[in-house]
């Protein structure tokens, strides 16, 4: 006989026992269902609104990525917060491999702006895969009389804190890009926040501002028509839509790298079988030769991680550096 205590009989015991166990057995099969065999749809969150750059990328890999696991995959778009709400909606949720994030580059600069993030990056979400890189490219209106990135360095510094240059918001990528040239160069710009690339775009083309870092697919068009003059990608190496085009590092930009990208989290917790299994068939459909052709055509790079470890080191890197380019500049939300 089970001892009583409190006034609960042994059988009462043993029935709470029994009701424990099976909880812990149905959550350990729920956790391991996409493992085996999956049962459901798999949500797809994606931090950002619809038929933006974000979305369209993961679009593209989705129809093949569920073709792969065996299972309808429904992307669901929860834009806002610099990605957070959609990184949160994922941290909360139950760790079985059906609640997915598709997320962004953002998460890792984040958390060197806000104190309020409902989430952790690093404790709160289990790291699959980086998937895609995207670079930018470094243009000014053609009016500008510096044609290469030593002959920008040297008129930038011929008139110190005279020039201007657009992004799409404080503390967006094209911000932080230009601020990483900033800082590696010691050259010093006037910033102008838009909201949005496009509006940052359109005033520099028209010449109301001189300078920015741009997305290589909305650009490379503007660049061959001439209306703007490009001087280097931001990624470490030349990329295949447009291999004319130097980077920046390779101009005398030393060490200079930065580039979006976007990679894929499950919420912590997560079976590591379930891990793996999302790793491998994510590897697997960015490395489809047809998928891998209309990345590249639009200036991106597939970039599977060797491991979920390695993609973990890579957002440790990623958050380190930024932060330093962050406090280096002085930068705050508004």
């Excluded at 609640?99 to 979400?125: E, H, M, Q, W």
């Excluded at 839509?241 to 590092?249: G, K």
């Excluded at 079988?273 to 489809?288: G, M, P, S, W, Y």
């Amino acid at each position: 006989m089970i001892p009583t205590r409190c006034g609960v009989t042994g059988k009462r015991l043993l029935r709470k026992f029994a009701s424990a166990c099976a909880l812990v057995v149905c959550g350990l099969m729920s956790a391991a269902a996409l493992a085996d065999s999956p049962t459901r749809p798999i949500r797809l969150v994606v931090p950002s609104v619809p038929a933006g750059g974000t979305d369209l990328t993961w679009r593209m890999i989705e129809p093949k990525l569920s073709e792969i696991l065996g299972q309808k995959m429904v992307v669901d778009n929860r834009g806002g917060a610099g990605g957070d709400i959609g990184a949160a909606i994922v941290a909360q949720a139950q760790p079985d491999g059906y609640t997915l994030l598709a997320g962004v580059s953002a998460a890792t600069i984040n958390p060197a702006f806000k104190k309020n993030i409902p989430y952790d990056l690093l404790r709160d979400l289990a790291p699959v895969s980086l998937a895609v890189k995207a670079p930018n490219i470094l243009v000014s209106h053609p009016a500008l009389p510096a044609r290469t990135v030593p002959e920008l360095i040297a008129y930038i510094k011929a008139q110190p804190q005279r020039l201007q240059f657009a992004s799409a918001g404080i503390g967006s990528m094209p911000h932080l890009m230009m601020e990483l040239f900033l800082n590696i160069t010691g050259l010093k710009l006037i910033h102008v926040a838009y909201r949005g690339t496009g509006q940052a775009s359109v005033d520099v083309v028209a010449g109301h501002v001189p300078l920015m870092t741009s997305n290589v697919l909305p650009t490379l068009p503007l660049i061959t028509s001439g209306r703007l003059r490009a001087y280097g990608v931001t990624s470490a190496r030349r990329i295949s839509a447009a291999p004319e085009i130097p980077t920046l590092a390779e101009s005398g930009v030393s060490g200079y790298e930065a580039v979006q990208w976007f990679g894929m989290w499950a919420p912590a917790k997560t079976p590591r079988e379930t891990i793996v299994k999302l790793h491998r068939a994510l590897a697997q459909v960015l490395n489809d030769p047809a998928l891998k052709k209309r990345l590249t055509d639009d200036g991106a790079e597939v970039a599977p991680s060797a491991s979920p470890e390695a993609f973990r080191e890579f957002i440790r890197a990623e958050m380190s550096k930024w932060a330093k380019v962050i406090k280096t500049a002085g930068i705050e939300m508004e």
